[in-house]
């Protein structure tokens, strides 16, 4: 099975907030990171966050690490329709990156 | 401004043949990788390596090869071309700091017919 899991769907209206989340395995992992990837391109990092943080505000991003549970999650605010995309969490394995296999973001207006 | 590109952006190709993809960067990192995507498994990291004449193998190497002969490229060679390696294929760069930031390629789509 895949080491790093997020659920593969999430529809929110426009406006709503957007919470994604994802679950990793390896406990060493420096950092934990949220990409974004649009129809036809390649993936952009939107932000990571150290694993000694628990939490790290970005304008309308927030991430936030539960590293007891191992849980990672990212909050859109003011979600746009612009946002719809796939959302891919990773994790950073020396310097390699083991990802998640993406969710789904759908805005509707 | 530097940038990451791949080429070609889509190829058709025979099972059984040879097909080289390549992957240019001008940010003069250090690390590279080659990931494929699929529907359902997210990216998963067929080669990487992390300098000059350096290179390692990932999750999904088997049929792929890489080289590293210059700082700038990292090009991919499928030795045989199998149905099963019908993806998109995506490159990527990070430079050898503390927080391993990847920049990706466009990616290329390959069709094994």
């Known amino acids: 099975g895949e080491d790093v899991e997020q659920s593969l769907f999430l529809s929110v209206r426009e406006g709503d907030s957007s919470v994604i989340n994802c679950t990793y395995t390896d406990s060493s992992s420096t950092y934990l990171y949220w990409y974004k990837q649009e129809p036809g391109a390649g993936l952009q990092l939107l932000t990571y966050?150290?694993?000694?943080?628990d939490m790290k505000q970005d304008q309308r991003l927030t991430v936030l690490l539960n590293k007891k549970d191992k849980h990672l999650s990212l909050r859109i605010a003011d979600t746009q329709t612009g946002d719809s995309a796939i959302y891919f969490c990773?994790?950073?394995?020396?310097?390699?990156?083991?990802f998640g296999s993406g969710t789904r973001l759908q805005v509707q207006p | 401004d530097a940038e990451i590109t791949q080429s070609p952006r889509h190829k058709i190709t025979e099972t059984g043949r040879q097909v080289t993809l390549a992957c240019h960067q001008t940010?003069?990192?250090?690390?590279m990788f080659w990931y494929r995507q699929d529907l359902g498994h997210g990216l998963r990291l067929i080669h990487y390596?992390?300098?000059?004449?350096?290179?390692n193998k990932g999750e999904v190497s088997d049929g792929y090869s890489v080289s590293r002969s210059n700082t700038e490229d990292l090009p991919l060679t499928l030795e045989s071309a199998a149905s099963s390696q019908t993806s998109v294929y995506f490159c990527?760069?990070?430079?050898?700091?503390?927080?391993?930031?990847?920049?990706f390629g466009p990616g290329t789509r390959l069709t094994v017919t």
């Open positions: 990527a760069s990070s430079e050898s700091g503390s927080s391993y930031e990847q920049y």
């Open positions: 966050i150290f694993s000694n943080m």
């Open positions: 390596s992390y300098g000059v004449q350096d290179t």
């Open positions: 940010w003069n990192h250090n690390n």
């Open positions: 990773a994790e950073s394995r020396r310097r390699a990156l083991t």
